[in-house]
């Protein structure tokens, strides 16, 4: 089975995985307290807000924490290339999401797929602009995760 | 501090950024593995010392007693 080569050495591996520990471990302590807030209130709608906030906020912490550590990805690295391709990734994962949601909405109603072709353009509009989003984003993280790779390649390093 | 590892280092007229390439590794770890902050596995010292051309023992033996 093809497994891309990990370009981190042993000691980003190591902090890669207490960051990735920590998110784990409020990951599981968030969901538990999301069940039981889920049983306590029977409010669905609440307990899925807080389990999307676990999430991104997890989400948010990986990025952060491991960019602190001038960490950028297990297999990609940082440039416009990967970048492009991740952002082109996302948006076509996005826009298929986005359209199996219109088909479902169309044939719930029992109404014929064609004469809501038009439908399909707000969500060409919407992914490109994703597009544009997600491909700014990285780009930016990216270039400041290098920036910081540089600084504690200056601030540990000595060549004396 | 590593101080066997830098030596040997600056003998063979080597740059950190030029050891970390050759020891498949980042030039910080390199640098904190010089400055006792970094415990690399027995792995990586071999590559250290098959890049440098010295033993184990050069490279990383504390010898309490000195």
């Not at chain 1, 991740?86 to 999401?97: A, E, K, P, Q, R």
């Amino acid at each position: 089975m093809f497994r891309p080569k990990n370009i981190l050495d042993e000691r980003q591996e190591k902090e890669m995985l207490i960051i990735e520990h920590r998110a784990c471990v409020f990951m599981y302590s968030g969901l538990a307290f999301d069940c039981v807030i889920g049983i306590v209130t029977g409010n669905l709608h609440l307990s899925f807000s807080i389990m999307i906030g676990i999430f991104f906020f997890s989400c948010i912490y990986i990025a952060s924490s491991s960019m602190r550590k001038g960490i950028w990805d297990r297999y990609l690295r940082p440039n416009h290339k990967t970048n492009l391709v991740i952002s082109l990734l996302s948006t076509g994962i996005v826009f298929l999401l986005l359209i199996a949601g219109l088909l479902f909405r169309i044939m719930n109603e029992g109404e014929p797929i064609i004469s809501n072709f038009r439908k399909i353009f707000p969500i060409l509009l919407f992914s490109a602009f994703f597009f544009i989003f997600v491909f700014a984003l990285i780009s930016i993280l990216s270039s400041l995760t290098i920036k910081k790779q540089r600084k504690l390649d200056e601030e540990y390093c000595n060549d004396k | 501090m590593n101080k066997n590892l830098k030596n040997a280092r600056i003998e063979k007229n080597m740059s950190q950024a030029e050891l970390a390439a050759l020891a498949d590794v980042t030039r910080q770890t390199i640098g904190l593995i010089e400055s006792g902050n970094f415990n690399p596995s027995l792995h990586l010292c071999i590559r250290i010392c098959n890049v440098l051309g010295k033993t184990l023992d050069q490279l990383f033996w504390e010898d309490k007693n000195v």
